[in-house]
């Protein structure tokens, strides 16, 4: 890897750590990560899973409140439904970045959990109820609805995804114009690395690029008791409990069977746990199972089997057909699980190249063939959607850790994390329209931002607005000349001082500058008055609506060299190997007493000599570098009178006093203007 790009790795690897878990363990050597949103100390639960407040995380925002767990819960051990984290703020995200440990391209169960118990502190659009966006990396994830009071369980939305990069990006959107949404709140978070030999996980790399997996449902059939969800657990012995934490269901529909002999795993890889395996839901006749799904997306699912009835011993005692079909779809297979892997041993079914679901319920069909002596048994189930298209790459990265650098360096803009652009913007922020997104407009007037303004800024490079009016920004104006397509540049009512940059004259798409209420010192640069000159630019300086008489002469003055010269404001330079503002190549000739080189050579060639001298002469004076030796206008419309007067082999004794002159000033701004 060259230097440089092991620097800016580096570099991004640092922004991330300032502004993510950076403070949140791992639990019990599986890489476990498990954020209490809302919670103020860490704690192992009655599962030893070990939870990390979020108030240590850097740049959290939000409320706290605390609520009543929900009633399985047993309340002598802590638990992270005990406390909500909700966002009453009005930024479009709010967001929880992973980076601990994160290893690009592996697969990772994420899942955030919502409980708020009777209500929620704080008020919704529609009475008792809630709604608001999830969302992964750049892209939105699900919608999480609760109506409330909740009376069972929390809500859990699950995920299995692949990390694109060394972190993982989770955030709901917020309570603002550009979202539409509820106030957002929180119960938990958590991460869990997964096998890449999971099933699912071969479907995905397989079959859909990689693209991340909504659970569905995970159901534990023939459980005997409807709280009895199973999950890790640090407490028991290995294979009793779910080495990725995945929760399982508890189903008591139907005829329960059950053993408590040990089974045996004949599906290495996907490792469900012995309980799960123990009980059964079986009927004489037929099981069917629905769910209820989004259409138009492909959906994939395990079915998982263990013979656990000690009468049947042979192989054609229990066969039954099970199809899985919706309204355009169907399939068939033919199960014979003892004969498939014996009694007490694990059997997995599944559709390797899933199964595309066109209708809102997807069906699961399982009948006793008519040579069987026993009908249907299935111990668990699994059906994941997958997203419908490939994760968004978001924000060009460069652009992304500007951002970061940006926010990190204004204390109360280090709230913002996740993509800039997608798949909504910052508030303060507007986006291109391209698959990746750059910035092309930067609002952060009134944000009561202070210090000096960041460097960072010159690296947005399609950047067209820059506003940081209405601050208490101090120091001086930094390096923007990299900025080449900005037209508004906006620092009105700050605090910086120093010079004006003269690079910002050389800004080639600039339009407006805004530069009123400063302490700035020191002239305008003249290339900035050359583009006042010709209207390219509308200088703001000063907070009164009366211009500054000087910046009018000088642009007058410019007006006069293009009058004499037939040539722009910025022309080449006598080498012709560059641009120089027009008054200075002008003197270059002059110096020499080369006065025809710079006339226009479509001028009158009867031109009297000692008029077009005077022209330059009153030319050079009000571009002068020092506004206080530039002539008053009054003073510029006696010079030109007498400069025609010559034209019209007037003597200066014919003059027209100044009083009486035809020529006003308004009439000489015109021209300026």
């Not at 959290?60 to 005990?82: E, F, K, W």
Request: charged share 20%; proline share 5%.
């Amino acid at each position: 890897m060259e230097a440089g790009a092991l620097a800016t790795r580096l570099c991004v690897a640092i922004a991330l750590c300032l502004v993510s878990l950076n403070c949140v363990r791992t639990d019990n050597g599986l890489g476990f990560v498990s954020i209490d949103c809302g919670g103020n100390a860490s704690y192992s639960d009655a599962n030893d899973i070990l939870w990390s407040p979020d108030g240590a995380i850097t740049g959290i925002d939000g409320v706290v409140s605390s609520v009543s767990p929900p009633a399985y819960v047993n309340t002598s051990n802590q638990t992270p439904l005990s406390s909500i984290r909700f966002f009453p703020g009005n930024q479009s995200k709010y967001c929880y970045v992973f980076n601990q440990g994160i290893v690009q391209g592996r697969a990772y169960l994420v899942r955030a959990s919502f409980w708020a118990g009777s209500k929620l502190p704080y008020p919704t659009k529609a009475e008792n109820s809630v709604s608001f966006k999830l969302l992964i990396y750049a892209d939105e994830w699900d919608t999480v609805s609760i109506t409330f009071p909740q009376t069972s369980r929390e809500i859990d939305k699950e995920i299995y995804v692949f990390a694109l990069r060394e972190n993982i990006e989770v955030c709901l959107s917020g309570h603002s114009a550009i979202t539409d949404s509820d106030v957002p709140f929180i119960s938990s978070l958590v991460l869990r690395p997964l096998s890449n030999s999971l099933q699912p996980i071969s479907f995905s790399v397989n079959y859909q690029n990689s693209r991340p997996l909504m659970t569905v449902s995970r159901i534990n059939y023939g459980a005997r008791d409807p709280s009895d969800y199973l999950r890790y657990s640090g407490t028991q012995q290995v294979g009793y409990s779910d080495i990725y934490d995945r929760i399982w269901e508890a189903d008591t529909d139907g005829t329960l069977v059950f053993t408590n002999q040990s089974i045996v795993s004949n599906v290495t890889t996907d490792e469900v746990p012995i309980p799960v395996m123990q009980t059964a839901r079986s009927d004489a006749e037929s099981i069917n199972l629905q769910f209820q799904v989004t259409p138009q997306s492909w959906y994939f699912y395990c079915a998982y089997y263990a013979e656990l009835d000690p009468h049947v011993i042979a192989s054609g005692q229990r066969i039954f057909d099970s199809v899985v079909s919706n309204k355009t779809t169907q399939i068939s297979e033919t199960y014979d699980i003892f004969g498939a892997s014996g009694q007490y041993s694990t059997f997995l079914a599944y559709q390797k190249s899933g199964i595309y679901v066109d209708t809102p319920a997807l069906n699961f069909d399982m009948k006793k063939t008519t040579m069987s002596l026993n009908g249907p048994l299935i111990n668990a189930f699994e059906v994941f959607m997958t997203f419908d298209k490939d994760l968004s790459l978001g924000t060009i990265d460069v652009e992304v850790l500007v951002v970061k650098n940006i926010s990190n360096s204004f204390g109360n803009l280090s709230t913002w994390r996740g993509d800039p652009c997608l798949p909504y913007p910052y508030n303060w922020v507007v986006c291109s329209s391209e698959e990746r997104p750059s910035i092309t407009e930067i609002h952060l007037e009134n944000q009561d931002l202070s210090g000096d303004i960041p460097s960072y800024f010159n690296s947005l490079g399609k950047l067209t607005v820059l506003s940081l009016a209405s601050n208490k920004l101090t120091g001086t104006i930094p390096d923007l000349s990299s900025l080449l397509k900005l037209t508004f540049l906006d620092l009105h009512h700050n605090n910086l001082s120093g010079t004006i940059p003269s690079f910002l004259g050389k800004l080639p798409a600039i339009k407006e500058l805004d530069l009123r209420n400063n302490n700035f010192s020191g002239a305008i640069p003249q290339e900035l008055l050359a583009k006042v000159s010709t209207s390219e630019l509308d200088l703001r300086f000063i907070e009164s609506e009366v211009p500054d008489p000087s910046i009018d002469v000088y642009a007058f003055g410019v007006v006069l060299f293009e009058i004499v010269t037939g040539k722009k404001p910025i022309t080449q330079n006598v080498t012709g190997d560059g641009h120089v503002l027009l008054a200075e190549w002008a003197k270059w000739y002059i110096d020499r007493s080369q006065l025809a080189a710079i006339i226009d050579p479509r001028m009158s060639t009867d031109l009297n000599e000692s008029s077009v001298w005077m022209v330059v002469d009153l030319a050079f004076t009000c571009v002068d570098k020092n506004k206080n030796d530039r002539p008053n206008m009054s003073t510029i419309k006696q010079q030109l009178r007498i400069a025609l007067s010559f034209e019209d082999k007037e003597t200066p004794s014919n003059i027209v006093p100044s009083d009486d002159v035809e020529m006003h000033d308004q009439e000489l701004l015109a021209i300026v203007r």
